[in-house]
T-cell receptor, first 114, second 113 residues
């Protein structure tokens, strides 16, 4: 069994300030973890993924996430928000094998204030 | 490189009808997954196809079925439509293997009245 909890449904930050989007997971396996971003009227785009290698994962557009097994967390961060970061962000957990169930969080809507 | 494409973009159906949604995988990808995203929710995994066979399934009833063709394109079929089936349906393709990322299409918006 697996689940993912995104702790904030909405996050609002000022342009140029740090971004923190929180995600906790549970999994019976050694999980794969992903962050995807969804801009309005556009498809989901992969930001980064954790697949049991380095625990600090760097993604596109300056985002990174740290896998913390002891805290079952995979929080997404960015040092400085840009207006173009405003979107919905999804934390995703899946099993280690192809075809295993993929579970999305409910999403966090990021608002960036100029 | 061509991305994942889906058709149609929008569709309106009546309760009880049947619908077929289509997806073309990204070039070189032979695995396709389908998701349902209700308004204000995260996508929910319906099933995955690999080499034309169902390779994993989420908690969806049998009236949700699929096909994958030799060229790796795919169809999602939903029978006996219910009002709650109204959602954005997303297709994602990937290379075969474990722990791989998926590439998503823009989705088909289905409205059931």
């Amino acid at each position: 069994a697996q689940s993912v909890t995104q702790l904030d449904s909405h996050v609002s930050v000022s342009e140029g300030t740090p971004v923190l989007l929180r995600c906790n997971y549970s999994s019976s396996y050694s999980p794969s973890l992903f962050w995807y971003v969804q801009h309005p009227n556009k498809g989901l785009q992969l930001l980064l993924k954790y697949t049991s290698a380095a625990t600090l994962v760097k993604g596109i557009n300056g985002f990174e996430a740290e896998f913390k097994k002891s805290e079952t967390s995979f929080h997404l961060t960015k040092p400085s928000a840009h207006m173009s970061d405003a979107a919905e962000y999804f934390c995703v957990v899946s099993g280690p094998r192809q075809g295993q169930k993929v579970t999305f969080g409910i999403g966090t809507k990021l608002q960036v204030i100029p | 490189e061509t991305g994942v494409t889906q058709s149609p973009t929008h569709l309106i159906k009546t309760r009880g009808q049947q619908v077929t949604l289509r997806c073309s995988s990204q070039s070189g990808h032979n695995t396709v997954s389908w998701y349902q995203q209700a308004l204000g929710q995260g996508p929910q995994f319906i099933f995955q196809y690999y080499r034309e066979e169902e390779n994993g399934r989420g908690n969806f009833p049998p009236r949700f079925s699929g096909l994958q063709f030799p060229n790796y394109s795919s169809e999602l079929n939903v029978n006996a439509l219910e009002l709650d089936d109204s959602a954005l349906y997303l297709c994602a393709s990937s290379l075969p293997g474990d722990r791989v990322e998926q590439y998503f299409g823009p989705g088909t918006r289905l409205t059931v009245t």
